[in-house]
């Protein structure tokens, strides 16, 4: 029974589940006896499970972590960017990965969310602050790793699921398999389309009511459509997974992403819609090939995997008789090859040894403006690059006794060619009571994040001579998990973490009418981290599963006045919301699942300073759905029909400031699994 | 079991409870400043794409100030970058470039008595007449002609050898029937627009990317430019302050920088015969001068100037400092003695002035 510890899974409790709507399963709260991953000792992570990701398919992964987790997404509007950031740093903070592969835009550094569609992926992982260095550098903030596995089907597999929602909204997904003892394939594909012309009250413009001499007479906050809003994105995904049975394991992972938005009409804009074209066109390939050997106490991999990106920005105006004409016509292209060898090994069951090399090379081209230069020629704003990227670790793991463990990391980085000091991570935990399963943990690392290209090279503003920014965190929490078999479950976690990065990126104006980063702050995050989840047999048929998380976040600029007049020292940054806390409560009875989804962001300031103005309030807010769900199966498929309230209380909020945002909306979705 | 479950529905409805907001809407407030007679207008941009731009008014007698004036007299926002302000028969108009507007306001109660709408990018208004006005723009190759009466785009002048996605026309000074107006987003050139055919008939070529235009009291033009920046395809080159001839629309001095220098914000006093810039410190030259000063006005002291202006009436110096431009900006008044006689904070980014 050694490392054997008794953990508390809250294995789906609902419908549907593994397979995603359409098929529908009923699992009473389960105890599971397992082993406590060496890997995992002392790292702090939330995982999703099958439930949270596949709750229907109009969600991207930012509206999942924005209900079931404590890190902060920041939602541009409907369909529009979404990052997300770990506690109280910014969205570049977070590294992200696909099938092992970095995803973070080499030149802008952050991932959006939006893009990535929930029904697309089958594990996700946040690790948070120290703990992601055992995967990656630079997540300061902290790592989400983002993954798919076979289906382990066995024969022919099919699940269509048709959305229609509020503002013509439409979803489809389609999802074939096949699989036998050695093979698993598996095809998905998402569309989604909109106008996103949602209404709301714009308060922050008046409509004007002029008498002949063009006195105004009368003015009133409009009632307007969500302008310039439509997005039509279509995802396609290939996987191919070969298991020799005899411990090797291939996989191919490709996915295509053709997305093509609108950007929404800022609240205070007073031009015509049908004037201006504002739009976003993006296609991305990411491909990654995996090998995995596994054997008794060793096991390696290698993985291949290539990117490309092109994205365009246009922003037109009509010059007369619908002739648009470019006001910016920006492009840029990104292709990226990757490669990656994983070993670990084994001595005994006390230790483990793991190395990790991994490399992401980059070529970018950037074309941001068409000018004519002053000898009359035509030029192109923008710059052509190429970066390789090196990241490898070794680390050593040790549990001497069922209730101690410790580990270490050690992991260098390369940026073109400069090298990052060491990093250096440090875990332990122990098991404090085996009544209750208590366990705490604790770690402490070092972090480097790299300038992103558009910080070095932009053009204009790029700063070629910015450090990277550093960062020492520490965290510390306690765990517990309590249950009876069949009856009910309970576990829970505390977490504190305590941060200081130094010369924070932060692009400012400049008098010459453009932007350029430079490394202007320090700040201390800290804060701590709450999650609960419960899950309870209320009877034969009652099952009850409530998940909850909380997290208080300050985020305080600790860095040197930059001006004598500055009032931002001491202050919280910005757009960090201190408090934030989500619920979700799901009540099943038979082929019926009631799911309740609460979140709530406490205000936000908008200035540095910290002062709230009439202009720049961005007040606190709920946000609550609601689902409804009821399964059939039949001799020849399983069907579900699911109803969703989106904004139940049609709450009228900002995220950020001047975008709008949806009231109350409703989705209905069909689900179909035939059985073959 | 059965009471676990009345209180989990217990703390479910709960939750439901404090689910409901009420938007808080802004409250109309009533202003009467025509009895201060002297006043000062300070338009804070904002930061671009967050629609957080304000209005300020200070009061130099009193040396009180107000801030989001705006909003607090029309219950709504100022919009997305506020650039610049003028002031015509007792109103005001505020050009607000990524909000596509220029608002009208009283100048003495802020409220709003018109607007025009659907521009490109405003940058600057220049009133020919009650009924015609130029509006130039940034991202278009047009300068909009309109009727501020009606509040109506009429027409459009068109800018040779510039597309609209380089367009840029800035400040506007007028010479008889002649209106100039400096081209400065990878542009060299100021442009001489007669007022009665809405054609540009003339250009002069200047050093890259002149950044703002004045006309002194001997009828001199002038302007500076920011040169460029590294590795642009437009060029970079040291910057220049140059001194041109309205009348025959000729340079007749040219003040040359060092490279590297960002000089900006071209300003003149009160009778017109002496000119203001910023260059790290503030600068002072009277316009008849031969050379620049060999030491600034105000020199540099850790502030971040962004904005600068002279009170036509004292001769004061204010200079706006920026700070981190997320957080309101400061701005300090100085004598002419150099004396700190005031500071004050307005909104995000304080970019411009108006005298009232």
């Known amino acids: ?676 | 079991m059965h009471k676990l479950f009345i209180r989990l529905v217990f703390c479910t409805q709960l939750l439901l409870a404090v689910s409901c907001m009420k938007w808080e809407y802004g409250l109309e407030e009533d202003f009467d400043l025509s009895a201060s007679g002297e006043g000062l207008f300070i338009t804070n941009e904002g930061n671009f794409q967050y629609g957080n731009a304000t209005l300020s008014y200070y009061d130099p007698k009193t040396r009180k100030v107000e801030n989001e004036i705006f909003y607090r007299a029309n219950a709504m926002k100022l919009g997305d970058v506020a650039q610049s302000m003028i002031i015509r028969d007792g109103v005001g108009w505020v050009v607000v470039n990524n909000s596509h507007v220029v608002f009208a306001i009283d100048i003495n109660t802020f409220k709003e008595v018109g607007r025009i709408t659907n521009l490109t990018s405003p940058r600057y208004i220049h009133f020919l007449s009650d009924e015609k006005a130029y509006i130039t723009q940034i991202w278009d190759n047009r300068i909009f002609i309109v009727n501020p009466k009606r509040y109506e785009i009429t027409g459009y002048i068109d800018i040779h050898n510039m597309t609209m996605e380089s367009g840029s026309t800035e400040q506007m000074v007028q010479y008889g029937k002649y209106v100039f107006v400096n081209c400065w987003s990878y542009q060299n050139r100021i442009l001489k627009i007669d007022t009665e055919t809405d054609q540009v008939v003339d250009e002069l070529v200047v050093g890259i990317q002149p950044t703002s235009l004045v006309m002194d009291c001997n009828d001199k033009l002038w302007t500076v430019t920011d040169g460029g920046y590294e590795g642009s395809p437009y060029g970079h080159e040291a910057p220049s302050l140059y001194k041109i001839d309205a009348a025959t629309f000729t340079i007749e001095k040219q003040f040359k920088f060092d490279f590297g220098d960002w000089p900006s914000e071209v300003q003149l006093n009160g009778t017109k015969d002496k000119i203001y810039w910023l260059n790290d410190d503030v600068w002072e030259m009277d316009v008849t001068a031969d050379r620049v000063p060999v030491r600034p006005f105000l020199p540099y002291n850790g502030t971040l100037y962004y904005g600068l202006t002279v009170d036509p009436h004292t001769g004061d110096v204010y200079i706006a400092d920026a700070i981190d431009y997320v957080q309101q900006g400061k701005v300090y008044r100085y004598s002419q003695n150099r004396e700190l006689l005031d500071e004050f904070y307005v909104g995000i980014i304080p970019g411009a002035f108006c005298w009232k």
């Not at chain 1, 980085?413 to 060491?422: D, V």
């Not at chain 1, 702050?521 to 909380?550: I, Q, R």
């Open chain 1, 1 to 676: 029974m050694r490392r054997l510890f008794k953990i508390i899974a809250l294995l789906a409790l609902l419908p549907a589940v593994a397979a995603g709507q359409g098929k529908v399963n009923h699992i009473i709260p389960a105890v599971v006896y397992g082993d406590r991953p060496m890997k995992e000792i002392g790292v702090q992570q939330t995982k999703l499970d099958s439930i949270q990701l596949k709750e229907n398919i109009s969600l991207s992964m930012a509206d999942v972590l924005t209900f079931n987790s404590a890190i902060f997404v920041k939602n541009y509007g409907r369909a529009t960017l979404s990052t997300v950031a770990f506690r109280g740093t910014s969205p570049s903070h977070t590294q992200v990965s696909w099938n092992g592969m970095k995803i973070n835009n080499p030149m802008l550094g952050m991932t959006d969310f939006s893009m990535i569609p929930s029904y697309f992926i089958d594990d996700a992982s946040l690790l948070h602050g120290t703990s992601s260095v055992n995967e990656t550098g630079g997540g300061l903030g902290g790592a989400v790793k983002l993954s798919t596995r076979p289906a382990q089907n066995d024969g022919f597999g099919l699940q269509y699921i048709q959305g229609v929602g509020s503002f013509k909204t439409f979803d489809e997904f389609l999802r074939l398999t096949y699989g036998n003892e050695h093979w698993q394939t598996s095809t998905r594909a998402v569309l989604s389309t909109s106008p996103n012309e949602f209404e709301y009250r714009n308060h922050d413009k008046k409509v004007n009511v002029y008498d002949e001499d063009m006195n105004i007479i009368e003015q009133y906050y409009p009632i307007e459509k969500n302008k310039s809003g439509a997005y039509k994105d279509f995802h396609l995904l290939q996987e191919v997974y070969y298991n020799t049975g005899k411990g090797d394991r291939f996989g191919l992972n490709a996915w295509y992403i053709n997305s093509n938005r609108e950007l929404p009409m800022l609240t205070v804009d007073h031009g015509e819609a049908t004037d201006f074209d504002n739009r976003q066109r993006e296609q991305t390939f990411r491909g990654v090939l995996s090998w995995d050997h596994l054997d008794n106490g060793w096991k390696v991999g290698a993985k291949g995997g290539y990117i490309y990106t092109w994205m365009a920005y246009d922003y037109k105006r009509d010059v007369g008789n619908g002739n648009m004409a470019h006001m910016t016509q920006s492009r840029s292209e990104i292709n990226t090859i990757y490669g990656q060898g994983d070993g670990e090994y084994y001595i005994g069951k006390e230790w483990l040894f793991t190395a990790s090399l991994s490399a992401h090379q980059h070529f970018v081209e950037s074309r941001d403006k068409n000018i004519i230069r002053q000898d009359g020629n035509k030029a192109v704003v923008g710059y052509e690059m190429a970066r390789i990227e090196l990241s490898g670790s070794i680390s050593a793991k040790w549990r001497p006794t069922d209730r101690f463990g410790l580990s270490a990391v050690i992991r260098e980085e390369l940026f073109g060619n400069t090298l990052t000091p060491i990093i250096p991570a440090l875990f332990v935990d122990g098991v404090i009571s085996k009544k209750g399963n208590v366990v705490a943990k604790a770690s402490i690392s070092r972090n480097y994040r790299f300038p992103t290209l558009n910080d070095l090279y932009f053009l204009p503003g790029g700063n070629p001579d910015l450090k990277s920014e550093s960062g020492w965190t520490y965290d510390a929490g306690i765990s517990f998990a309590v249950g009876e078999e069949g009856k009910y479950s309970l576990s829970g976690s505390a977490n504190w973490f305590d941060s200081y990065i130094k010369d924070w990126i932060i692009w400012l104006p400049t008098t010459k009418g453009f932007f350029s980063p430079d490394n202007i702050k320090d700040v201390h995050a800290y804060g701590v981290e709450l999650t609960g989840d419960l899950s309870v047999a209320l009877s034969k048929e009652w099952n009850l599963v409530l998940n909850g998380t909380f997290s208080w976040t300050p985020s305080i600029n600790v860095g040197e006045p930059r001006t004598p007049a500055d009032q931002s020292v001491g202050k919280q940054l910005p757009y960090v919301p201190e408090l934030s806390s989500s619920v979700t409560g799901t009540l099943s009875w038979r082929d019926w699942t009631f799911l309740y989804k609460w979140c709530h962001y406490s205000e936000r300031f908008t200035m540095s300073s910290n002062d709230i103005t009439l202009t720049g309030k961005l007040p606190s807010y709920f946000m609550s759905n609601i689902t409804l769900e009821k399964g059939f199966s039949f001799k020849w498929a399983d069907i579900s029909v699911k109803a969703v309230v989106n904004n139940l209380f049609d709450e009228e909020y900002l995220s950020v400031l001047s975008r709008p945002m949806p009231g109350i909306n409703f989705e209905v979705f069909l689900g179909i699994t035939p059985k073959f």
